[in-house]
């Protein structure tokens, strides 16, 4: 039987409170749409930390340490803890989790990308909390670093605490940063690759954008493990492509509000739920927990520090 990885990521550090009510804020809130998510068929959840009062991306550790401890009580799901963090965090903020938690699983952005989201500014008025239309504002001169250096210094921690990194791709250029970090001996093999698409800034989300990852991935790696997360509208066709490809999905609220066209997505569940709804009727089957942490290789939550 065929098997695909589904990822819910929960609520990133992208959509800001007054773009959905559905947002999980609170570390509360996270692990509930977390375990929802799991029951919904999502073997891996892919988490940040949000101010409990306001909402605004965290790098608290310990916002995450409530949120994770309570989800690993509750059930057996990956959790991918992110190094990506906010944008205007540093490097260090970023880093911390790693040494902290010592996750089976955690983000690792491979390259510099300029994160526009300065255009939502013209689709949403009367803001709740100040800090929102001034994070999109300052997106528009605004560069996530992501060096070498940098890159050498996670990969270190990320070996050092036996962390699998899921390594995001925003564009085809960052396959040959990877090639060179695999060379120098910094990036074990074999990756866990996450196609990441449709933010401006980055690589479109097109079929044939997908090909020519997957191809140019192919090309230069050789055997690999993949997925793929899509920006906005973009969500569930990027992800039916993946599957179609043998690939994996992510999708949540981190990636797109919706679960259809002007339809609000009322949690992270419900996303999980539609695309392994076109998984099944694709014949494919939701990757348990236990049967992910095989397929990608990871030392088991038994030997994480949270």
Same mark, same amino acid.
Not at 92 to 113: K, T, W
């Given at each position: 039987?065929?098997?695909?990885?589904?990822?819910?990521?929960?609520?990133?550090?992208?959509?800001?409170?007054?773009?959905?009510?559905?947002?999980?804020?609170?570390?509360?809130?996270?692990?509930?749409?977390?375990?929802?998510?799991?029951?919904?068929?999502?073997?891996?959840?892919?988490?940040?930390?949000?101010?409990?009062?306001?909402?605004?991306?965290?790098?608290?550790?310990?916002?995450?340490?409530?949120?994770?401890?309570?989800?690993?009580?509750?059930?057996?799901?990956?959790?991918?803890?992110?190094?990506?963090?906010?944008?205007?965090?540093?490097?260090?903020?970023?880093?911390?989790?790693?040494?902290?938690?010592?996750?089976?699983?955690?983000?690792?952005?491979?390259?510099?990308?300029?994160?526009?989201?300065?255009?939502?500014?013209?689709?949403?008025?009367?803001?709740?909390?100040?800090?929102?239309?001034?994070?999109?504002?300052?997106?528009?001169?605004?560069?996530?670093?992501?060096?070498?250096? #940098?890159?050498? &210094?996670?990969? @270190?921690?990320?070996?050092?605490?036996?962390?699998?990194?899921? *390594? !995001?791709?925003?564009?085809? /250029?960052?396959?040959?940063?990877?090639?060179?970090?695999?060379?120098?001996?910094?990036?074990?093999?074999?990756?866990?690759?996450?196609?990441?698409?449709?933010?401006?800034?980055?690589?479109?989300?097109?079929?044939?954008?997908?090909?020519?990852?997957?191809?140019?991935?192919?090309?230069?790696?050789?055997?690999?493990?993949?997925?793929?997360?899509?920006?906005?509208?973009?969500?569930?066709?990027?992800?039916?492509?993946?599957?179609?490809?043998?690939?994996?999905?992510?999708?949540?609220?981190?990636?797109?509000?919706?679960?259809?066209?002007?339809?609000?997505?009322? #949690?992270?569940? &419900?996303?999980? @739920?539609?695309?392994?709804?076109?998984?099944?009727?694709?014949? *494919? !089957?939701?990757?348990?927990? /236990?049967?992910?942490?095989?397929?990608?290789?990871?030392?088991?939550?038994?030997?994480?520090?949270?």
């Amino acid at each position: 039987m065929t098997k695909a990885i589904f990822t819910a990521a929960i609520t990133g550090g992208i959509h800001t409170p007054t773009m959905t009510p559905y947002l999980p804020i609170t570390p509360q809130q996270i692990a509930d749409d977390t375990v929802r998510a799991w029951e919904a068929g999502a073997a891996v959840a892919h988490i940040h930390a949000r101010n409990p009062e306001t909402g605004q991306p965290s790098s608290s550790l310990e916002l995450y340490r409530e949120a994770i401890s309570d989800i690993k009580s509750r059930c057996d799901i990956i959790l991918c803890i992110t190094t990506g963090g906010g944008l205007g965090m540093s490097t260090e903020q970023r880093l911390a989790v790693i040494p902290a938690f010592e996750p089976e699983l955690a983000s690792f952005n491979f390259g510099s990308i300029n994160v526009a989201l300065y255009p939502l500014l013209a689709k949403h008025s009367n803001f709740r909390f100040p800090w929102e239309p001034a994070f999109l504002a300052m997106t528009e001169d605004y560069i996530f670093p992501n060096t070498f250096k #940098s890159m050498r &210094e996670f990969a @270190a921690a990320f070996n050092k605490y036996g962390t699998k990194p899921e *390594i !995001e791709i925003y564009d085809v /250029a960052m396959i040959n940063n990877l090639v060179h970090m695999i060379e120098a001996g910094h990036i074990r093999t074999p990756v866990y690759l996450q196609f990441v698409m449709g933010l401006l800034g980055g690589i479109p989300a097109t079929l044939d954008n997908l090909l020519f990852l997957y191809r140019t991935a192919k090309d230069a790696l050789g055997d690999f493990v993949w997925s793929v997360c899509a920006a906005g509208q973009h969500q569930m066709k990027m992800g039916t492509a993946a599957l179609l490809m043998g690939g994996n999905v992510r999708v949540g609220l981190e990636d797109s509000m919706y679960l259809d066209k002007g339809q609000l997505a009322r #949690s992270n569940a &419900e996303q999980v @739920a539609h695309i392994v709804g076109i998984a099944r009727a694709l014949g *494919i !089957e939701p990757a348990t927990p /236990a049967e992910a942490r095989e397929i990608l290789g990871l030392k088991g939550l038994d030997k994480v520090r949270y």
